[in-house]
């Protein structure tokens, strides 16, 4: 009976160290995966950031575009401006020509009119001439008066179409 009562020392000092041992890889396989998980909460919290990065890349891309797109806009709206200016300028430059023609015409038919008036003045003082002297006398003053009213009328009219020619100038 003595032996159900012994227990195998050696025995149990084996099982002890395997289980020591076993205790000890489990452990170290604890520090790794500790450490694994370490790196991988640093990768993780390194890629949130990188992608708030890249996100605010991304939004900062997209105003770039936004504005740029306005800028566009803004350039073909300012290119259509300019061809209906220079459009509106040919018009009132072909305007002004017409009417500086037609004023011209006007000038010269003032002036055809002015020399057949004075022809006519001509004409009526010869007449006058043949009258007496005191009768030539006031008939050449009201010819003289006539003539200079009609040539005051006339420079009137010419100036005024220079005040016309001078006011499209300036508005070209």
Do not use: P, W
Not at 135 to 141: A, K
């Amino acid at each position: 009976m003595n032996k159900l009562n012994c227990v195998n020392l050696e025995l149990i000092l084996e099982e002890f160290e395997q289980l020591e041992q076993k205790i000890t890889k489990i452990n170290g396989k604890n520090s790794m995966l500790e450490m694994m998980s370490e790196d991988a909460k640093r990768l993780n919290k390194f890629y949130e950031t990188k992608e708030k990065s890249l996100i605010d890349d991304k939004n900062s891309l997209r105003l770039t575009v936004k504005q740029l797109q306005q800028t566009l806009q803004e350039q073909c709206d300012l290119r259509a401006e300019n061809e209906r200016l220079k459009n509106d300028v040919t018009a009132l430059r072909e305007e002004k020509e017409r009417t500086a023609e037609a004023s011209a015409a006007e000038v010269q038919q003032l002036l055809a009119e002015m020399r057949a008036e004075e022809d006519g003045h001509r004409r009526e003082l010869e007449a006058v001439r043949q009258q007496s002297s005191r009768e030539v006398e006031d008939v050449h003053r009201e010819a003289l008066r006539q003539l200079a009213a009609k040539e005051a009328e006339m420079m009137k009219q010419l100036e005024e179409k220079d005040v016309e020619l001078e006011v499209m100038k300036r508005r070209m």
